[in-house]
């Protein structure tokens, strides 16, 4: 039994255990996301059920929104291409119960907006994706502010509710995000949309030295990570990479559902790798 | 004078709620300048300076207070109540969306920024934006719909005029909601050197607040100027609505008093029970959108649908929370008129007034096509004649130019 196994039958949350195992193992995670329902309910089934095996630690799952105002024309289009194919909140529910059929380790986090979860009904949509087997939400326009909305029902229901930090998060903010703050840290690493340009390194670099002051959970870093590269640099110091809009390009430019699948997998693949080096050589010499 | 008890004062509460209607439902990267908004506002509407500006441009740039005219012959055709006109129209650029603009743009030269970004729709907002961007010598971006860009041909070259760079937004349906989407995504990608004009009382907090408190002085003037004329309060106010500025600039001094009897117009498009339209209160549900919990038109899976409407102005799916709130508490009462009765009502205000009024004001002209009538002369009817209809000759002729031999302009 791995440790894992282990740590889910002791009532640890997925995220805890999948962080712990990655320490142990001395590298970051790789978080993939794709948006549900993208490029239609079958295709995006196949992606995800794929994912575990391209190498993919946790798994980000876009909840579609008709006016995603904080993503790029990626997942914007990610959105549509979801939205004019049926796909419906219970249906992106559907989807995670079914994955968890047959894993019940790799953690879920749904992202997306407040709206289709308000409409959907917050308690209903808690309970539905507590026994679906989700274990976090990422819910881009709720700020701490309105923490009683989502966020605090969300820790009844034993779902963690990630916080977004950003570059424009001073030392006067940074508390209010922390405070009820569960799973992982998200830092934003650049003021934008998703899938916009890439963040400098070295401002990066000591942003997530901060956060890692103030907080003792992990930090996940996400906006504007395309390439294997980039995620190996950022991935030496920060917990976990986020990669989205350009797993979501593969799905535009493929021809078939097929090659969607292939490019999607293959480019995971080549990330993953790449996160599972990043430290070996980097560790310094002692001499 | 009595002066009416200050509902800004009381509502939005701390955290810009109007019951459960408003808030600040926006990614966490605009939180601090939002909250930074929200300090510099409420320390500029307390400055005796800020305010000094502010009714130094109201009065020489913009050109207040506007006249309360008595429409006498819009009076006599419909044989009812006393209509008067707010004339609004009157203002520079020709709405009332200047109002607003001039008091942001003196927030956000308090503030320090750079540059000036906002969405539009009729353009009547765009406009007014670039205008005071000119004004103050700010370099200007206007995001607008590429539909609404076809229909508002005028005001795109306007802005161009006044030194806006203009973006076409493709996405969605081209419309307001749209310009609004790419307007936040520039405002989260340039949060240090840019402000957002929002151009009504949606929006995060503090805006709907803001918006409102810089519209108001369209209500604080009726309310003098009928005072002067008749001795007494008005009877009942009637706005059209889209998100809902001019309207709550004319109410939200009157929400004190009982008697003064309120009528917020939506756009009904081709009938609210067609599905075609733009009546977020009278054909929509509770919503979280743009920064706001408010009515909005969407499918049962919260997914928002499209508005239409004749008019750009108010082809939006949403309305400022207050609305929202003062319609639970039915303290206004909101009604809709179709795309065919607003063109109706606006040949009317042409041929009876010699006043052409935009598409978006016709909607409240033909409400009081409706209530006026039977009401009786001593019954004082104002209408905010929010915008003059220039911009609209494109549509209009669409419409009605068989009637008068155009086919196109």
Request: with cysteine.
């Amino acid at each position: 039994m791995s440790a894992i196994q282990e740590t889910v039958m002791n009532n640890t949350s997925r995220l805890e255990s999948c962080f712990a195992e990655l320490k142990q193992q001395n590298r970051p995670a790789l978080v993939s996301y794709l948006t549900a329902g993208d490029p239609e309910a079958e295709t995006s089934r196949r992606l995800l059920h794929g994912l575990p095996n391209a190498g993919v630690d946790i798994i980000e799952l876009g909840m579609p929104f008709s006016d995603p105002m904080a993503d790029g024309p990626a997942i914007q289009k990610a959105a549509l291409r979801a939205l004019n194919n049926g796909q419906t909140q219970a249906k992106t529910l559907e989807m995670v119960r079914r994955f968890r059929e047959e894993n019940s380790t790799t953690p879920i986090v749904l992202m997306g907006y407040y709206n289709p979860i308000f409409c959907y009904g917050v308690d209903r949509f808690l309970a539905d994706a507590s026994s679906a087997g989700v274990d976090g939400l990422i819910v881009v326009d709720l700020p701490p502010e309105h923490d009683e909305e989502l966020c605090q029902p969300a820790a009844q229901h034993g779902i963690d509710f990630i916080r977004l930090a950003t570059p424009t998060t001073d030392a006067k903010r940074l508390p209010k995000v922390l405070a009820n703050a569960s799973g992982f840290i998200y830092y934003v690493s650049v003021a934008g949309v998703t899938g916009g340009s890439a963040p400098t390194p070295e401002r990066l670099e000591s942003s997530v030295a901060q956060l890692r002051q103030n907080t003792d959970l992990p930090i996940a870093v996400g906006f504007g990570i395309r390439t294997a590269e980039q995620a190996a640099t950022i991935g030496r110091y920060s917990d976990a990479v986020v990669v989205g809009s350009a797993l979501v390009d593969c799905i535009e430019h493929a021809n078939t559902p097929n090659e969607a699948v292939e490019r999607v997998h293959s480019l995971v693949s080549e990330l993953a790798e790449s996160v599972r080096a990043c430290r070996e050589v980097s560790e310094p010499q002692v001499c | 004078m009595n002066q009416p008890v200050d509902l800004s004062n009381s509502l939005p509460d701390a955290n810009g709620l109007f019951g459960r209607f408003g808030g600040r439902f926006v990614a966490e990267t605009l939180m601090p300048l939002i909250l930074e908004l929200q300090d510099e506002y409420a320390t500029a509407k307390n400055d005796p300076e800020f305010q000094r500006q502010l009714a130094y441009f109201q009065g020489d740039y913009v050109g207040r207070p506007s006249p309360l005219y008595f429409a006498e012959r819009l009076t006599e055709h419909f044989g009812g109540a006393s209509i008067y006109l707010k004339r609004e129209e009157l203002n520079h650029t020709g709405a009332h969306k200047i109002n607003n603009c001039i008091g942001q743009v003196l927030l956000a030269k308090q503030m320090g920024k750079k540059r000036i970004i906002a969405e539009t729709g009729a353009g009547m907002h765009g406009v007014a934006t670039a205008t005071v961007a000119a004004r103050f010598g700010l370099p200007c971006v206007i995001y607008m719909g590429t539909t609404d860009i076809e229909r508002q041909q005028t005001n795109v070259f306007r802005m161009k005029l006044l030194g806006a760079e203009i973006i076409p937004v493709t996405s969605g349906t081209g419309t307001l909601k749209d310009a609004m989407n790419e307007a936040l995504r520039d405002w989260v990608t340039n949060v240090d050197d840019t402000f957002y004009i929002i151009g009504t009382v949606a929006g995060p907090h503090p805006y709907p607040a803001m918006v409102r408190d810089f519209q108001a002085v369209i209500g604080h003037e009726t309310r003098n100027q009928m005072l002067e004329k008749h001795g007494r309060l008005p009877d009942s106010l009637v706005a059209c609505v889209g998100g809902g500025s001019n309207a709550i600039g004319l109410f939200h001094p009157f929400l004190d008093d009982p008697d003064v009897k309120m009528i917020g117009v939506e756009a009904g498009g081709k009938g609210v029970k067609s599905g075609h339209h733009a009546a977020s209160l009278n054909g929509g549900t509770p919503g979280v959108l743009h920064g706001n919990r408010t009515y909005l038109l969407q499918n049962e899976d919260g997914q928002i649908t499209d508005a239409h409407s004749i008019s750009a102005g108010l082809d939006y799916p949403g309305i400022g929370p207050e609305h929202a709130w003062l319609h639970e508490q039915k303290r206004v009462e909101y009604v809709s008129a179709t795309d065919e009765e607003a063109l109706e009502a606006f040949q009317v205000c042409c041929r009876q007034e010699g006043i052409i009024p935009a598409l978006e004001t016709a909607h409240a002209l033909a409400e009081v096509a409706k209530r006026a009538p039977s009401l009786p002369r001593e019954h004082l009817m104002v209408v905010n004649l929010s915008g003059r209809g220039d911009k609209d000759m494109m549509s209009v002729a669409h419409h009605l130019g068989d009637k008068f031999g155009v086919k196109q302009l």
